[in-house]
T-cell receptor, first 112, second 114 residues
Framework: DQQVKQNSPSLSVQEGRISILNCDYT??????FLWYKKYPAEGPTFLIS?????DKNEDGRFTVFLNKSAKHLSLHIVPSQPGDSAVYFC???????????FGTGTRLQVFP | DTGVSQDPRHKITKRGQNVTFRCDPI?????LYWYRQTLGQGPEFLTY????????KSRLLSDRFSAERPKGSFSTLEIQRTEQGDSAMYLC????????????FGSGTQLSVL
C-alpha cells in the first residue's frame, strides 16, 4: 500500500527554468509533509517542509504547495540550477505516527 | 562534523553470513531510525528508538534482523543469515522528538549479499 506516490520517475529541465515535482498521498491523517534531496552514495538531506495548516511554504528558490482537498503537493524550484540535479523524495507523517513515509522519488536532471 | 555517522559505508558478504552496522546519531537527538532503500524505491521504515527504547518495528523487519540502542546513544543493526534479498542501502537517521519529524540522515551502509 503506497501511501505516498510520486508518479514521475524522472524530469528533465533546462537551467534557469522552473522545475515542478509532484507528490500525491492517500492518507488523510498525514499532517506534515517534507521534501528530501538525495545525491548518489549519500543519505537524503532535508530540503523544505509544510504543515497541513498551510498551503504554501517558501525558502529561497524552493516553494512547496499543498492542496489538501486533492491530497497533492508539489515542489517548485526556480530558477533551476545544474547542482539541483538529484533524486527528490516526498515524505509525510502524521500525529498518529512517529515515522516518515516516503515516496519512490523523482530524478531531476537540470541541463545547461 | 556532528552529523549522523554510519559505519561501514560498504559491506560485501556471502549469503548466510551475519553482518552488523553501526550508527552514531547527532548527539542531542533522542530518536534514532533505521530505514532501508533499494534501487528505484524510497526509504522504507524498519524501526526506531526513543532513547534506548525500541518503540516500533516494521513488518519488513524479519526475525533475522535485530536492532539495539544501548544507553540511548549509538545503535547497531544486525542481520543474521543474510539473503540476497537483503542487499540494499541501510540508512540511519536521528531527530528530536517534537512535532514534525524532520529526520537527519547518515550516508548509509550499502550491503551487497553475494
Amino acid at each position: 500500500d503506497q501511501q505516498v506516490k510520486q508518479n514521475s520517475p524522472s524530469l528533465s529541465v533546462q537551467e534557469g527554468r522552473i522545475s515542478i515535482l509532484n507528490c500525491d498521498y492517500t492518507n488523510s491523517m498525514f499532517d506534515y509533509f517534507l521534501w528530501y534531496k538525495k545525491y548518489p552514495a549519500e543519505g537524503p538531506t532535508f530540503l523544505i517542509s509544510i504543515s497541513s495548516i498551510k498551503d504554501k511554504n517558501e525558502d529561497g528558490r524552493f516553494t512547496v504547495f499543498l492542496n489538501k482537498s486533492a491530497k497533492h503537493l508539489s515542489l517548485h524550484i526556480v530558477p533551476s540550477q545544474p547542482g539541483d540535479s538529484a533524486v527528490y523524495f516526498c515524505a509525510a507523517s502524521g500525529s498518529y505516527t512517529d515515522k516518515l513515509i516516503f515516496g519512490t522519488g523523482t530524478r531531476l536532471q537540470v541541463f545547461p | 562534523d556532528t552529523g549522523v555517522s554510519q559505519d561501514p559505508r560498504h559491506k560485501i558478504t556471502k549469503r548466510g553470513q551475519n553482518v552488523t552496522f553501526r550508527c552514531d546519531p547527532i548527539s542531542e537527538h533522542n530518536r534514532l531510525y533505521w530505514y532501508r532503500q533499494t534501487l528505484g524505491q524510497g526509504p522504507e521504515f524498519l524501526t526506531y528508538f526513543q532513547n534506548e527504547a525500541q518503540l516500533e518495528k516494521s513488518r519488513l523487519l524479519s526475525d533475522r534482523f535485530s536492532a539495539e540502542r544501548p544507553k540511548g546513544s549509538f545503535s547497531t543493526l544486525e542481520i543474521q543469515r543474510t539473503e540476497q534479498g537483503d542487499s540494499a542501502m541501510y540508512l540511519c537517521a536521528s531527530s528530536l522528538s517534537q512535532g514534525g519529524e524532520k529526520l537527519f540522515f547518515g550516508s548509509g551502509t550499502q550491503l551487497s549479499v553475494l
